[in-house]
C-alpha cells in the first residue's frame, strides 16, 4: 500500500508499529490477497474496473459490538463485518468483541452468527475458510448494562486481546442497541475510561445508530451526554443510506462532471422530487414504529439527507468537515414550514389492507404489537424550500412510506421547459427533460431527452439513456453497512452526520410533529398497501400543476 492509498490515521493516537508477529501476519495475508488477484483471470477485462484501488485496510483493531444478540447486529452489522474479512478488507490482527445480556460461550455465538449468515449474507455460500479464520477471532462477552462490574471486567478483556491479537489499543464501538440505552451505556463508557487515547495507546471511536433523538430538544440533550464522554470527532452518527453507492456516486456525478454543475441551480431546475419507497410493513416492530411513525423514522434522516447532498454547494474538499459543513448551510436554509402551512404542504397518511407483489397484506392497524386505534404514519409526503441564492424558488418534494407498490429509492431532477416550444404541433411534443438517480434496488442513473422518430414526419418522443451499476462494473456494490464500518475503521466521517447536522434537521422536523400533535389526525387509514400513498399526496404536487414521477 503506497502513501496514496494509505488512508489509516496518523498522528499520536496511533501506534508506530504493531507486534512484530501480528504486522508480518498482516503482511503475508495483503500479499497472498494480491496474488490471488492477480492470478484470477478476468474474461471481461471490463476497462471501467481499470485502476480502481482494492486495498484499504484499517489498524489492528477490536470492533465492540454492544447489542450483539439483536436483530440489527444479525442483519446487517455481522453479515458486512463477514464480508469485509471474505474480502481482505480487515486486518489480521482483527477481534470481534460480542456484548450482550444472553448467556453464550465463544463457540455457542459463533454457532448463532453462523446461521445468520447462511440466512443474511449477500453472498452465498459462505466461504468456510473466510469463516473459519474469523471465528477464531470472535470473543463474546455478557454483560448487564447497569452492572459497573462487567464494565470493568470488559475493559480488562480488551486490555488482554491488545496483548493476545495485537488490535495495538484501537478501539470501534458500535451500539446496535435500543435508543433507550445509548446514554447508560456510555456513562459507563466513560466511568472506565473507554473512551481514553492517550499517547501510543491506540484510537477510539464511536458508531452510534438512528434514531438520534426523538426531537430536537431530546437530540440536543443526546448530543450533550455523548459529548461529555467522547470527542465529537470520534463519534459516528450512521444513517445507512448515505453508504449506498448511488448515493456517494451523486458526489462524483455532481462535482466531477463539468457539464451538470452549471445547469444545478434554480435558472434551469424547475423542480426535485425524492420518494423512498417501501413494499414492507413494520416487519415485527409495531411498538417501535408506534414511537417513531415515518417522519422520525425515514424524514428526519435519509430522506433530509439526501435533499442536502443534492443541493449543497462544492465543498472545498472531501475532507470530512468539508463535506458536512455544506449540507449543514443547506438544512439551515431550508424554510421551517408555519402551523399553517404544514396543514397545506405536509402530507401524512397511513396503510389499510391491500395487495403487494399479487399477496394479501394487513392494515397499519392490524399489525403485532400496534394500537387498533393507532395515529401514527406511514407516509409521509412534503414540499420544502431552500432560502439561498442556488435554489431559490424552486421545490423539493419529499415523500416516504411503507406498504407501497415497490421497494424504490430516487431522486429526481426534473429542469425547465425549453423556452420557445418549437414542437407545440407535432406529434408527440417532448417532455421536459429529468435525470434520475435510483438509489435502490437497481442502482444507476437516467437522463431523459427528446429525439426525432425515424421517418418522414416530424414526430417527437422522450428517450432515456440508462447507466446500470451492475452491467457497467460487472460486480456487486457493496452493502451499505460494509462501506460505513470500513470508513469508520479508516477513521473517514465524510459520510457520517455531525451532531450540529443531527440537530438542524430535527429543527425542521420537529415543527411538523408538534403542529400534528395539535391537530386532528386524519381520517386513518387513508391508503390501501400496494398504492402510492393517499389522494392528498397527489393533491399537494398537483396544486402546482406538477406530478410525481412513476417509478
Not at 64 to 84: C, E, M, N, S, W
Not at 423 to 436: C, I, K, M, Y
Not at 477 to 490: R, V
Request: glycine share 6%.
Amino acid at each position: 500500500m503506497d502513501a496514496r492509498t494509505d488512508r489509516r490515521p496518523k498522528g499520536p493516537g496511533r501506534p508506530a508499529t504493531a507486534p512484530p508477529v501480528a504486522r508480518t501476519a498482516l503482511q503475508l495475508r495483503q500479499v497472498a490477497t494480491v496474488a490471488r488477484r492477480h492470478s484470477r483471470p478476468d474474461p471481461d477485462k471490463n476497462p471501467l474496473r481499470e485502476g480502481l484501488r482494492l486495498e484499504r485496510v484499517p489498524d489492528p483493531c477490536a470492533f465492540v459490538l454492544f447489542g450483539a444478540t439483536g436483530d440489527l447486529a444479525h442483519r446487517k452489522v455481522i453479515p458486512a463485518l463477514y464480508q469485509l474479512w471474505r474480502t481482505n478488507l480487515l486486518p489480521a490482527e482483527f477481534s470481534l468483541v460480542a456484548v450482550a445480556r444472553r448467556p453464550y460461550t465463544n463457540e455457542s455465538f459463533a454457532a448463532e452468527i453462523r446461521a445468520s449468515l447462511e440466512k443474511y449474507s449477500r453472498v452465498q455460500p459462505i466461504d468456510e475458510a473466510a469463516w473459519a479464520e474469523m471465528a477464531k477471532r470472535i470473543v463474546y462477552h455478557q454483560l448487564d448494562f447497569a452492572d459497573d462490574a462487567a464494565f470493568d471486567s470488559l475493559e480488562t478483556r480488551l486490555d488482554e486481546l491488545d496483548k493476545e491479537c495485537g488490535t495495538a489499543g484501537n478501539r470501534l464501538f458500535y451500539l446496535a442497541t435500543q435508543p433507550s440505552q445509548v446514554t447508560e451505556i456510555i456513562h459507563q463508557m466513560g466511568r472506565v475510561g473507554l473512551d481514553h487515547e492517550m499517547r501510543g495507546g491506540g484510537w477510539r471511536r464511536l458508531i452510534v445508530e438512528k434514531p438520534f433523538g426523538r426531537d430536537f430538544e431530546s437530540a440536543r440533550l443526546l448530543n450533550h451526554e455523548v459529548n461529555k464522554v467522547f470527542r465529537e470527532s470520534q463519534v459516528y452518527r450512521i444513517d445507512h443510506y448515505l453508504g449506498k453507492e448511488t448515493v456517494r456516486n451523486l458526489l462524483v456525478f455532481r462535482f466531477g462532471n463539468g457539464i451538470f454543475e452549471p445547469v444545478w441551480n434554480r435558472s434551469y431546475v424547475d423542480h426535485v422530487q425524492i420518494t423512498v419507497g417501501e413494499s414492507i410493513g413494520v416487519e415485527g416492530r409495531g411498538a417501535f414504529y408506534e414511537e417513531t411513525g415515518a417522519s422520525r423514522d425515514i424524514l428526519q434522516n435519509h430522506l433530509l439527507q439526501l435533499m442536502t447532498l443534492v443541493a449543497m454547494e462544492p465543498p472545498s474538499s472531501f475532507h470530512a468537515d468539508a463535506l458536512r459543513d455544506q449540507k449543514l448551510a443547506v438544512l439551515r436554509a431550508i424554510c421551517i414550514p408555519t402551523p399553517d402551512e404544514i396543514k397545506h404542504e405536509i402530507v401524512r397518511g397511513q396503510y389499510g389492507p391491500g395487495w403487494v407483489e399479487g399477496e394479501p397484506v394487513p392494515g397499519y392497524r392490524q399489525e403485532p404489537e400496534v394500537d387498533p386505534e393507532s395515529e401514527t404514519e406511514t407516509f409521509v409526503a412534503g414540499r420544502f424550500t431552500i432560502d439561498d441564492w442556488r435554489w431559490s424558488g424552486v421545490p423539493f418534494y419529499l415523500r416516504a412510506g411503507k406498504r407501497l407498490p415497490k421497494r424504490a429509492t430516487e431522486i429526481a431532477i426534473q429542469f425547465k421547459e425549453v423556452p420557445l416550444r418549437l414542437f407545440r404541433d407535432s406529434a408527440g411534443d417532448p417532455a421536459p427533460n429529468v435525470l434520475a438517480m435510483r438509489i435502490q434496488p437497481d442502482e444507476g442513473i437516467m437522463l431523459r431527452f427528446a429525439a426525432k422518430v425515424p421517418g418522414l414526419g416530424l414526430d417527437v418522443r422522450a428517450v432515456n439513456m440508462d447507466f446500470a451499476y451492475d452491467t457497467s462494473f460487472v460486480v456487486d456494490s457493496p452493502d451499505a453497512y460494509e462501506t460505513l464500518i470500513l470508513d469508520a475503521l479508516l477513521g473517514d466521517a465524510s459520510l457520517f452526520t455531525r451532531a450540529d447536522e443531527v440537530e438542524a434537521a430535527w429543527s425542521v422536523v420537529t415543527p411538523i410533529i408538534n403542529a400534528w400533535a395539535e391537530q386532528p389526525a386524519p381520517h386513518f387509514p387513508d391508503y390501501a398497501a400496494g398504492s402510492w400513498g393517499p389522494e392528498s399526496a397527489d393533491q399537494l404536487i398537483e396544486r402546482d400543476g406538477r406530478r410525481w414521477r412513476r417509478i
